[in-house]
């Protein structure tokens, strides 16, 4: 994010986790409403589109999840530098309505 | 009725997730500029045209079903 929003709100490099955890979120909910619209469809043509719409979703979300274990944002095999992961974001979080008040 | 027209029930789901992918898809756009780094970008910018595709295919499902002639 440009240096200006950076510091107006003090998340500096956190940005990027920011984003790609949102992104994450929305790649599993993709993958959680396709699951529950295909279940209530009827017609070859419906279920056949939200089928392959569904491929596309997981896809994706495997694509985000693989990038933020990579990056460390996201451990799901060590659970004691995840909870490192969550405090450190929290900190920032609580830190961004200080800074407005 | 014809078994491969588009049900009522369907259409409401074919609208919840047309909402839902076109907020993806406008936030997958906006976020992409302000991502530093090139990998992640280049995530997004794959969502953006995978979800273009996406919402286009369930726009011309909603256009069959009964409730685009609803439409004023």
């Given at each position: 994010m440009n240096g200006l929003i950076e510091s107006l709100t003090g998340m500096s490099k956190m940005t990027?986790?920011?984003?790609?955890?949102?992104f994450l979120i929305s790649a599993k909910s993709g993958v959680q409403n396709y699951a529950v619209a295909i279940t209530e469809s009827t017609s070859l043509e419906v279920r056949a589109i939200l089928k392959k719409q569904l491929q596309d979703a997981i896809q994706t979300h495997e694509k985000i999840s693989n990038y933020m274990m990579e990056k460390g944002y996201y451990n799901a095999y060590d659970l004691g530098e995840q909870y490192k992961v969550d405090m450190e974001t929290t900190d920032t979080t609580l830190g961004l309505t200080k800074n407005l008040k | 009725m014809n078994n491969q027209s588009i049900a009522p029930n369907e259409t409401m789901?074919?609208?919840?997730?047309?909402?839902f992918k076109n907020t993806c898809l406008t936030k997958a756009l906006?976020?992409?500029?302000?991502?530093?780094?090139?990998?992640?970008?280049?995530?997004?910018?794959?969502?953006?045209?995978?979800?273009?595709?996406?919402i286009q295919e369930l726009r011309s499902l909603m256009e069959k079903s009964n409730i685009a002639s609803l439409e004023e």
């Open positions: 990027d986790q920011v984003i790609a955890t949102d | 789901q074919l609208h919840e997730i047309l909402t906006t976020m992409s500029p302000l991502v530093s780094d090139e990998e992640l970008k280049s995530i997004l910018q794959q969502e953006v045209s995978v979800s273009e595709k996406h």
